[in-house]
């Protein structure tokens, strides 16, 4: 399997924040691999006649080279309830398609439906997504994620979120809790109260 990857939303034909897959992905390209010349990821994937409709994941796999670009139907999660889990001991600064240390936290959930990441004493992620915390009056997004999503980084930039310093003896700060990614819109995003976080 190539060692990154990119998740991208496609609705209806049209690949979602697009700017921003292709900004992480000459980043990635650039700082792991020491490439300064990238494919257009517009140019590199193309929505055949059948992937026009409806709301699909396209998946692109890479290295060097771009390996393989997938499709397949997205279907929401349904997440009630985190698990607060200590990560101090991950890196995923980059969207690496092994996730094996995500998933060995993942599997400390319990009884809960995902993780809500703690890194360095600093609230992060949750297993598959960035997070978002409402204080009754703003969004506002840890400012110390594993890993800075597309949808997060498209937020932050018209204003919609804004970046806190987010640690768990200051959660009684918000009322809930958003889970976002390149799938998921802040409106669309699982919602969590936060007494159905768990420590």
């Given at each position: 399997?190539?060692?990154?990857?990119e998740t991208i939303r496609l609705q209806n034909g049209e690949?979602?924040?697009?700017?921003?897959?292709?900004?992480?992905?000459?980043?990635?390209?650039?700082?792991?691999?020491?490439?300064?010349?990238?494919?257009?990821?517009?140019?590199?994937?193309?929505?055949?006649?059948?992937?026009?409709?409806?709301?699909?994941?396209?998946?692109?796999?890479?290295?060097?080279?771009?390996?393989?670009?997938?499709?397949?139907?997205?279907?929401?999660?349904?997440?009630?309830?985190?698990?607060?889990?200590?990560?101090?001991?991950?890196?995923?600064?980059?969207?690496?398609?092994?996730?094996?240390?995500?998933?060995?936290?993942?599997?400390?959930?319990?009884?809960?439906?995902?993780?809500?990441?703690?890194?360095?004493?600093?609230?992060?992620?949750?297993?598959?997504?960035?997070?978002?915390?409402?204080?009754?009056?703003?969004?506002?997004?840890?400012?110390?994620?594993?890993?800075?999503?597309?949808?997060?980084?498209?937020?932050?930039e018209k204003g919609v979120l804004k970046m806190a310093r987010?640690?768990?003896?200051?959660?009684?700060?918000?009322?809930?809790?958003?889970?976002?990614?390149?799938?998921?819109?802040?409106?669309?995003?699982?919602?969590?109260?936060?007494?159905?976080?768990?420590?």
């Amino acid at each position: 399997m190539s060692p990154y990857i990119e998740t991208i939303r496609l609705q209806n034909g049209e690949l979602k924040n697009l700017s921003y897959h292709q900004a992480r992905f000459e980043r990635t390209r650039l700082l792991e691999l020491g490439l300064r010349t990238h494919p257009d990821l517009n140019q590199m994937i193309k929505i055949h006649k059948g992937l026009d409709r409806g709301l699909l994941k396209c998946r692109v796999m890479y290295g060097k080279e771009i390996e393989r670009i997938e499709f397949e139907l997205y279907s929401r999660r349904v997440v009630k309830s985190l698990k607060v889990v200590e990560a101090d001991h991950i890196s995923y600064s980059f969207k690496y398609s092994d996730r094996i240390a995500l998933d060995a936290l993942f599997a400390q959930r319990g009884n809960c439906d995902d993780i809500l990441m703690v890194k360095n004493g600093c609230v992060t992620d949750s297993h598959f997504a960035n997070t978002a915390f409402w204080d009754g009056a703003t969004w506002f997004t840890p400012d110390t994620p594993l890993l800075p999503g597309t949808m997060r980084a498209s937020l932050l930039e018209k204003g919609v979120l804004k970046m806190a310093r987010i640690t768990p003896g200051n959660l009684n700060n918000y009322h809930n809790i958003r889970l976002i990614n390149a799938m998921n819109t802040l409106q669309e995003g699982a919602e969590i109260a936060l007494n159905s976080v768990v420590y």
